[in-house]
C-alpha cells in the first residue's frame, strides 16, 4: 500500500534509512487526503538524530522504513536527499508542518488530536488554537504517564483516540519513542499519525527556536544544544560528525559500484573501458 500511495515521490536510502523527497504542500496534501480517507498511517519527521538511532539499531531502522512518510526535517538530510541525485529536494520541518497540517485540517473539517507533552503546554497549545484557529475541533489531547504503560493502558488510549473521531493525531513523545509508538498503533488507531517531537513546545512557546538564518545554514542544532546541552549533547556532538563520516563512506561505496558497473557495461560493448583522443 505504501509503494503505491508514494508513487512518484523520489525516495533514497541514507545509512540504510529511507526519506522521501517530499515538501511542506505534497506531505500536506498526503496526510489530509489521508485522513479524509479514515486511514491509519504513520508519518515520521526524520533527523539526523533518527538516522543515526536507524543505523544502530536495525529494529527502529525497521520502523522507520515501515513509516508511510518520512519527510527531511534537518538540513543535513535534504543536502544528502541532493548529493543523492534528489536536487529538489527541500526541507520539511516539523514545527512548520504543524500549523501547516492544521490550518488543512480546519478548513477540511477534520478532527485532530494531540498525544505527549506535559499538560501545561497542552493547555498553550489548546488556548493558541482557540484564537487563530477557531473552526478547528480539537477532539483529543492527552500527556501521557512519563513511564512504560501497561498493555492495557495502550488499549485504553487506543480506544480514547478512536472514539474521539480524531483523524490527525500529533505525537510529541520524542525520538525513538514517538516512531515506535506509531509503529505499534499503525493500523489499530484510524488516524494519521504524525510524530512531530519538539513542536508542541514550540508551537506552545515553552521554547524558543532558533532563528531562520541559523536554520537555512544548518546550524540549528549549535543554537538547541546551546539551550538544552545536558538533553541534546549527545544527538549532535555524537550523532552529527558520525553521520557525515559515514555518509561520506555510503557516497564513496555507490562511487565506486557506479564506476564497476561502467567498467563492466564498457568490457561488455568491447569497448575495454577506455576512450582514446584523436
Request: glycine share 8%.
Amino acid at each position: 500500500m505504501r509503494a503505491t500511495e508514494l508513487r512518484g515521490l523520489e525516495s533514497r536510502s541514507l545509512l540504510g534509512m529511507r526519506v522521501d523527497a517530499t515538501s511542506y504542500e505534497d506531505a500536506t496534501e498526503r496526510i489530509v487526503r489521508w485522513a479524509r480517507d479514515g486511514a491509519s498511517r504513520s508519518v515520521g519527521i526524520a533527523t539526523v538524530n533518527n538516522v543515526m538511532e536507524a543505523y544502530d539499531d536495525p529494529s527502529y531502522r525497521e520502523v522507520m522504513n515501515g513509516a508511510d512518510l518520512v519527510t527531511p526535517d534537518g538540513m543535513l538530510l535534504v543536502w544528502g536527499l541532493r548529493r543523492l541525485g534528489v536536487g529538489s529536494a527541500t526541507r520539511v520541518y516539523g514545527p512548520d508542518l504543524t500549523p501547516l497540517v492544521l490550518a488543512a485540517a480546519a478548513r477540511e473539517g477534520l478532527a485532530v488530536g494531540f498525544h505527549g507533552s506535559t499538560p501545561a503546554v497542552l493547555d498553550a497549545m489548546r488556548a493558541r488554537l482557540a484564537r487563530e484557529l477557531p473552526a478547528l475541533r480539537v477532539a483529543y489531547a492527552v500527556s501521557p504517564p512519563f513511564r512504560t504503560l501497561t498493555v492495557g493502558e495502550e488499549a485504553q488510549i487506543a480506544r480514547d483516540i478512536e472514539a474521539s473521531g480524531a483523524k490527525i493525531v500529533f505525537v510529541g513523545l520524542g525520538c525513538p519513542k514517538q516512531e515506535i509508538w506509531m509503529h505499534e498503533h499503525r493500523g489499530v488507531i484510524p488516524a494519521v499519525m504524525v510524530g512531530v517531537g519538539a513542536a508542541f513546545d514550540f508551537y506552545a512557546g515553552t521554547k524558543r527556536q532558533a532563528p531562520r538564518w541559523m536554520q537555512r545554514s544548518s546550524l540549528e542544532w549549535v543554537f538547541r544544544l546551546a539551550t538544552e546541552p545536558r538533553r541534546l549533547w549527545r544527538r549532535y556532538l555524537r550523532h552529527n560528525p558520525r553521520f557525515m563520516v559515514l555518509f561520506a563512506k555510503q557516497l564513496l561505496r555507490d562511487r565506486h559500484k557506479g564506476d564497476s558497473r561502467r567498467d563492466a557495461a564498457a568490457i561488455d560493448d568491447g569497448s575495454g573501458g577506455r576512450r582514446h583522443a584523436t
